[in-house]
């Protein structure tokens, strides 16, 4: 009978590893070729899945739950954000490459150095190097356990630098977005001092012609004039 | 758990391999960090299988820290990327060449 339950789990962690590595490859594979950047990043998504998938079947699961939180609920609708805010979900130009003829050279090289990596997987013994000294993963307690012990002990410092980087993130992309946000606003200002005021004044034909180019800016113009008296 | 892990190691040498290659041949600068994700995502698996095969928990420490640095690395490319796209508008990587020599 135990004989029947390990041949079970074998089998179970081989397709779970069949089903990470596809989606992982697909995912990638989507994220290089889609021509839309928001196909791209549902591409992404489908690529952290698989590795968080493989994280699980690696006993890796406190790992995997963050993969899923942090980049999936985080970085990538930070990515979405980005792009609906820039509005460039377009599709990409393809100009002609610089180096098309040396397409099938980077073909075969990536060829071959597939072919040696599969050779070397199956006869090398990769995991060499001595171990350090921050636990051992089997043993008794959960991963979650083992990983805060060690990252609380022995990499308590580093967690602290880590709180520094992620407050100077913060404020970095504060500086370098409102710097930028503050010069058009007060060109935004100096337009609509210069722009004559909205009323009946304004042609029905040139109204359309402007909503066809940049829409929000004149809502936006409309919308601080509107409190006025 | 009976996946030997040079399988991880190979696929994670395939990711990290798509992820340069997309690196090289996009234009767009969000999809080209999508790619750096992708080699470090590659690199997190490898990191988590080498923690397996060693029965050591510092690979997963380090996986760890290198979510954190990818968020904040995220974040900071990320306003680069509104800082400049709001002061030329649809900017590929080949238009922002100001700083070759």
């Not at chain 2, 690196?23 to 997190?44: G, K, P, Q, S, T």
């Amino acid at each position: 009978m135990p004989v029947a339950v390990t041949a079970l789990a074998n089998a179970s962690a081989w397709a779970v590893y069949a089903v990470g590595a596809a989606l992982v490859i697909g995912g990638a594979a989507g994220v290089v070729l889609g021509r839309n950047p928001v196909h791209c990043a549902l591409a992404l998504v489908t690529t952290i899945f698989g590795i968080a998938l493989l994280f699980i079947n690696q006993g890796a699961d406190f790992l995997a739950a963050v993969q899923i939180i942090v980049y999936a609920g985080a970085i990538v609708i930070l990515f979405l954000f980005v792009i609906m805010l820039l509005g460039v979900d377009r599709k990409e130009s393809r100009e002609p490459e610089k180096f098309r003829a040396l397409t099938p050279v980077a073909v075969v090289v990536g060829v071959v150095a597939l072919a040696e990596l599969l050779v070397l997987a199956d006869v090398h013994y990769w995991a060499t190097g001595s171990k350090e000294t921050s636990g051992a993963l089997n043993g008794p307690g959960t991963n979650v356990e083992k990983l805060g012990q060690s990252i609380f002990t022995g990499y308590l410092l580093p967690f602290e630098m880590t709180a520094a980087l992620l407050v100077i993130a913060v404020v970095a992309a504060v500086v370098l977005v409102r710097r930028a946000q503050s010069g058009q606003r007060s060109q935004g200002a100096q337009r609509r001092a210069q722009a004559p005021p909205p009323g009946p004044v304004r042609r029905p034909d040139s109204g359309q012609a402007v909503t066809s180019g940049r829409a929000p800016v004149r809502q936006e113009s409309r919308q601080s004039g509107a409190p006025q008296p | 758990m009976s996946v030997p892990g040079p399988w991880y190691l190979v696929l994670a040498a395939c990711l990290f391999g798509i992820g340069a290659a997309g690196l090289l041949v996009r234009r767009n600068i969000l999809v080209m960090y999508m790619c750096i994700e992708l080699m470090l995502n590659a690199v997190n698996l490898t990191f988590v299988t080498f923690s397996r095969m060693l029965n050591d928990v510092g690979g997963q420490d380090a996986v760890f820290f290198v979510l954190v640095v990818a968020a904040a690395e995220v974040v900071v490319g990320l306003g680069i990327i509104v800082a400049i796209y709001r002061r030329r508008s649809g900017a590929t990587a080949d238009d922002i060449s100001s700083l070759k020599g």
